[in-house]
């Protein structure tokens, strides 16, 4: 499988988004993203930006989004959920002829307040998440992002032994286990934030977990990432040479479980700039 290189015809979406956030002024954190799939192969040219609400006004948000081409008619409906916010997340993936932008709500105070306050492990909305193509054919599809309180490390292992079904030999899954299995071992009391996701008709069931609050760096597991690509159909020249271009770059976040295809993807977010 090949790499998804952007088009110069589309202006670079990466620099693009950089771009409309640099114009704003807004303070900012930026992760840059590998996704290793199936059905895509290697996505090199992903990026996440992460923006405080408060520093961002409704009418910022709104033009914002409307310059990154959210489909006509969706944005006004996110007003109430905007203003629960405490973050937003912007991001873009290349994919040469097609560029995919994505918007996330993220409702961090909401949780922690909650959860603070009654000590529940009940599952509680963390992110809600809009996807749509460039171009005229625009649909817009919706992701919520459930977060699962207060597990150990074990709860999570025992988490993606259910998402990821009876097929447990699959590249994904093992590599997150032993990415959670490290953390453990290093940072035992150092817990991980471990988020579900869907979307409405369809397949989609994935996983999201935040290894912040560890100190785990890409060479940590270097070994289970490259197995992984590989194990999803990609040359393993290609994973390698796309793993060592981020360096040795804070792990910030690890998702994968099944697209709304069908198949398999594992993606990994290395923090570039923080918040």
């Not at 993220?106 to 996807?131: C, I, N, Q, Y």
């Not at 054919?137 to 309180?149: D, F, K």
């Not at 996701?197 to 989609?204: L, T, V």
């Amino acid at each position: 499988m090949t790499v998804a290189m952007a088009q110069p015809a589309l202006a670079d979406g990466c620099a693009r988004l950089l771009q409309v956030i640099a114009q704003r002024g807004v303070a900012h954190g930026i992760e840059d993203s590998l996704k290793f799939s199936v059905r895509d192969g290697l996505v090199a040219r992903r990026l996440l930006v992460g923006v405080r609400s408060a520093d961002l006004p409704w009418a910022g948000f709104l033009s914002l989004v409307e310059e990154l081409g959210l489909p006509a008619g969706h944005a006004a409906s996110l007003q109430s959920a905007f203003a629960r916010s405490s973050a937003l997340g912007l991001a873009v993936e290349d994919r040469g002829a097609r560029t995919l932008w994505k918007v996330y709500l993220e409702f961090w105070d909401e949780v922690r307040a909650a959860v603070r306050t009654s000590g529940s492990r009940e599952p509680r909305l963390m992110h809600l998440g809009l996807k749509w193509e460039e171009g005229p054919a625009q649909r817009l599809e919706r992701a919520h992002y459930t977060c699962h309180p207060l597990l150990t490390h074990q709860d999570i292992l025992a988490r993606l032994r259910t998402l990821y079904g009876e097929d447990q030999t699959m590249a994904g899954y093992t590599a997150a286990r032993r990415i959670v299995k490290v953390c453990a071992v290093r940072w035992p009391t150092m817990p991980l934030i471990y988020l579900e996701a869907g979307e409405e008709g369809n397949p989609r069931r994935s996983f999201d977990i935040n290894c912040y609050r560890t100190e785990l760096r890409l060479p940590d597991v270097l070994l289970p990432l490259q197995s992984a690509g590989e194990g999803l159909g990609i040359d393993a020249e290609a994973v390698a040479d796309a793993l060592a271009g981020l360096g040795d770059a804070r792990l910030g976040h690890l998702s994968g479980g099944i697209d709304r295809h069908g198949s398999e993807f594992l993606s990994l977010y290395v923090e570039r700039q923080p918040l």
